[in-house]
Nanobody, 125 residues
Framework: VQLQASGGGLVQAGGSLRLSCAASGRTFRGHAVAWFRQAPGRDRDFVAAIDRTGGGIYYADSVKGRFTISRDNARITVYLQMNNLRPEDTAVYYC???????????????????WGQGTQVTVSS
């Protein structure tokens, strides 16, 4: 499964961006989908996840109240709406998916089988 992330860019602090993640040739039906991010010189960190049913949504504490993960009804695209962006949100954002992830593992990158190429988000102060 190939994932394509898009929507990154340069934005001023306080601004918004919406990232999209699409799976080529298939839907996300039955898959958990998550966003991770990696800033220069840092480890890849969990940002948000939606479980395979769509009923469980989880966020890193650093983005709660500012970011929203969602997916369309056809389960073709997963979105990450990012509001009130801060310079510390600057990173390459990756989407990832897996067919079977228990909810307690949704924040663990080792639980995911498929990764997109990443999209750069830069927030200027």
């Amino acid at each position: 499964v190939q994932l394509q992330a898009s929507g990154g860019g340069l934005v001023q602090a306080g601004g918004s961006l919406r990232l999209s993640c699409a799976a080529s040739g298939r839907t996300f039906r039955g898959h958990a989908v998550a966003w991770f991010r990696q800033a220069p010189g840092r480890d890849r960190d969990f940002v948000a996840a939606i479980d395979r049913t769509g009923g469980g949504i989880y966020y890193a504490d650093s983005v709660k109240g500012r970011f929203t993960i969602s997916r369309d009804n056809a389960r073709i695209t997963v979105y990450l709406q990012m509001n009130n962006l801060r310079p510390e949100d600057t990173a390459v954002y990756y989407c990832t998916a897996a067919p079977s992830v228990i909810n307690s593992n949704l924040a663990s990158q080792t639980a995911y089988a498929y990764w997109g190429q990443g999209t750069q988000v830069t927030v200027s102060s």
